[in-house]
């Protein structure tokens, strides 16, 4: 476990992309890769001058934060929700849930297992090292969890040939994600994080049968009790064994849109119990938003685990008060335990490139306030 102060600071991960690194993704322009690192840097300086404890690149070298792998492993196509509309089951469900969505057809990307999968290059392990050469701070490194890749992954018309069901193709995703990991742990990085939005996706609309576009290619059962099971078991055999890194998993209910009216609402309490099964050191959430429900259901976590509370909103304008941020988070401490709280956003503020929640003048204002709350806790003023 990584030696930190207490109540450290950290973002979920993402950070707004310039138009002009997103144009030079597009056209893949030769100077992209430097355009990159300049970017990377770019978002470590502001992390850093706002009294960020733990750090990341910004996901400046992603599309989005998962499409990106479709780049660093054979096998990966990525297409977007529109080319997915001709190879879904239910072709008039998914176009009708793409029209209730408010997110254009065009503009998510998602991996789509069309082959073999194989690492052509490291998954985020170079990004690592690029950026612990310029930075002293403890670093975060994030991926996308083995359930929502496996899910969203496996689309039936595409994948079966190489992957005749979705547990073969779980089973070579969890050996991919392993092997980053153990390098990650092995070279000394102090946080690695699994992006697992889908899980709320479960709880909260599973049972309806409704879905949100995060598992584009709807592959699931009508058990979500099943997939929970089955996301549990995932995540277990992912980080088996694993030590020197501390083993996060990051869960939301979608950051595509301003409009709280399309995004999942409903507390973590049905999820709680599959979480405390995980063999994770921390568990990132979200509670800025009202529709997270009530913060004292994490004491069903297990008492070793360190919560990354999310305590200001990266879709919104305005900037919280950071008394306010504090008392939020001495009173979840009465629960848990100072030594095991961390502050940060709910999520990201540029999860989808082209898409970002907020702009970095506003998201750079949120950091400065959850570090200005940070202060008055560890100086007991709060």
């Not at 997103?22 to 706002?50: G, N, W, Y």
């Not at 996308?144 to 992957?163: D, E, F, I, M």
């Not at 996301?231 to 409009?259: I, P, Q, Y």
Request: proline share 6%; charged share 25%; glycine share 6%.
């Amino acid at each position: 476990m990584p030696s930190l102060p207490p109540f450290p600071v950290t973002t979920v991960g993402s950070w707004p992309r310039t138009p002009e690194l997103i144009r030079a993704t597009k056209r893949k322009a030769p100077e992209l890769e430097a355009m990159r690192d300049e970017a990377c840097l770019a978002s470590l300086r502001v992390q850093e001058a706002a009294g960020v404890d733990i750090v990341t690149d910004g996901e400046q070298r992603r599309d989005n934060f998962f499409s990106f792998l479709s780049e660093r492993v054979e096998g990966f196509d990525c297409m977007s929700m529109a080319d997915l509309l001709d190879h879904v089951e239910d072709k008039a469900g998914f176009e009708a849930l793409l029209q209730t969505l408010d997110v254009p057809a065009y503009s998510i990307r998602n991996n789509v297992a069309v082959g073999k999968l194989r690492a052509i290059k490291p998954l985020v392990f170079d990004d690592f090292l690029f950026l612990r050469k310029h930075t002293d701070k403890p670093i975060k490194v994030t991926l996308p969890g083995p359930y929502l890749l496996t899910r969203s992954a496996w689309v039936q018309s595409l994948s079966s040939a190489t992957y005749p069901t979705r547990e073969e193709l779980g089973d070579d995703v969890v050996k991919l994600l392993r092997a980053e990991l153990i390098q990650l742990a092995e070279a000394g990085c102090e946080v690695v994080q699994f992006d697992e939005p889908a899980l709320t996706e479960l709880s909260f609309a599973g049972k309806s049968n409704t879905h949100t576009f995060m598992c584009a290619a709807l592959a699931a059962n009508a058990d979500p009790e099943g997939e929970l099971n089955y996301a549990v078991e995932l995540m277990n055999r992912l980080v088996e064994g694993v030590t020197g890194t501390l083993k996060s998993m990051h869960v939301c209910r979608g950051n595509w849109s301003r409009d709280e009216g399309v995004l999942l609402s409903g507390s973590y309490d049905e999820l709680i119990p599959y979480f405390a099964r995980m063999n994770l050191d921390m568990f990132v959430l979200e509670y800025a938003t009202e529709r997270a429900g009530d913060p004292a259901l994490l004491k069903g976590l297990p008492s070793s685990a360190h919560v990354g509370f999310g305590v200001v909103n990266p879709r919104t304008d305005e900037i919280e008060d950071p008394v306010a941020i504090a008392r939020r988070v001495r009173a979840l401490c009465e629960d848990l335990g100072h030594e095991r709280v961390q502050l940060n956003p709910d999520c990201g503020f540029g999860t989808f490139a082209e898409r970002p929640m907020n702009t970095a003048e506003v998201a750079r204002k949120k950091l400065e306030a959850l570090a200005q709350a940070s202060r008055l806790l560890r100086s007991g003023e709060i």
